[in-house]
């Protein structure tokens, strides 16, 4: 059982148009973080998100935070080649009082020049 | 800081042999992970040490797998005997616990293990 589902798990999309991801999970986070990931390279943080109902903006990025700290989303505007990647969200989710770093499933993003 | 440091960067082997997969931590780091990625399960946590001391290991797939972290700079996994299900990439990522929860992961460049 996946802790942290995201969606879609693969999406395609032409340069220049809009997207948007979610990471969804039946269990609370104290803090959200996102990645990226490019072939052959471990994934790369982008942003950490911490109170419910947060925004942050990377550039053409916009990251934010459920108000019940349950679910997160990602959405790029004006969509970019070099946005090409994987994107993971991870959380520290608790297991018997201990936390760890737990990832989700991943979407796989492909941007056509 | 030079990062997460892994080693070997490539690794294949035989079916039944046994394989060793080294981490470098980043300095200061006072947690670290072992994570397994194939594209079918993604990226899966195998085990977590925080100060040096394993937490969680509960991802990993069975007695065959084992990992240790003799000091604050060093970790193995081992994997005795190998089988071609373990063929994955192998990621170490080293990370800062704190209150409410992690600071940055960051990765190592990963291992691509081929059991063949």
């Known amino acids: 059982t996946q802790l942290l589902e995201q969606s879609p798990q693969f999406l395609s999309i032409q340069e220049g148009e809009n997207l948007t991801v979610y990471c969804n999970s039946s269990?609370?986070?104290?803090?959200l973080q996102w990645y990226r990931q490019e072939p052959g390279e471990g994934p790369v943080l982008l942003v950490t998100v911490v109170t419910g109902g947060e925004v942050k903006k990377l550039k053409r990025l916009t990251f934010q935070f459920g108000d019940a700290r349950k679910d997160s989303s990602l959405h790029i505007t004006a969509a970019q080649p070099g946005d090409t990647g994987l994107y993971l969200c991870?959380?520290?989710?608790?297991?018997?009082?201990?936390?760890?770093?737990?990832f989700g499933t991943g979407t796989r993003l492909t941007i056509i020049p | 800081d030079a990062g997460v440091i892994q080693s070997p960067r490539h690794e294949v082997t035989e079916m039944g042999q046994e394989v060793t997969l080294r981490c470098k931590p980043i300095?200061?780091?006072?947690?670290l992970f072992w994570y397994r990625q194939t594209m079918m399960r993604g990226l899966e946590l195998l085990i977590y040490f925080n100060n040096n001391v394993p937490i969680d290991d509960s991802g990993m797939p069975e007695d065959r797998f084992s990992a240790k972290m003799p000091n604050a700079s060093f970790s193995t996994l081992k994997i005795q005997p190998s089988e071609p299900r373990d063929s994955a990439v192998y990621f170490c990522?080293?990370?800062?616990?704190?209150?409410?929860?992690?600071?940055?992961?960051?990765f190592g460049q990963g291992t691509r293990l081929t059991v063949v």
């Open positions: 269990s609370v986070f104290s803090s």
């Open positions: 990522a080293s990370s800062f616990r704190t209150g409410v929860g992690f600071t940055e992961a960051f």
């Open positions: 300095s200061g780091h006072n947690s």
């Open positions: 991870a959380g520290p989710l608790s297991n018997f009082g201990n936390e760890k770093l737990t």
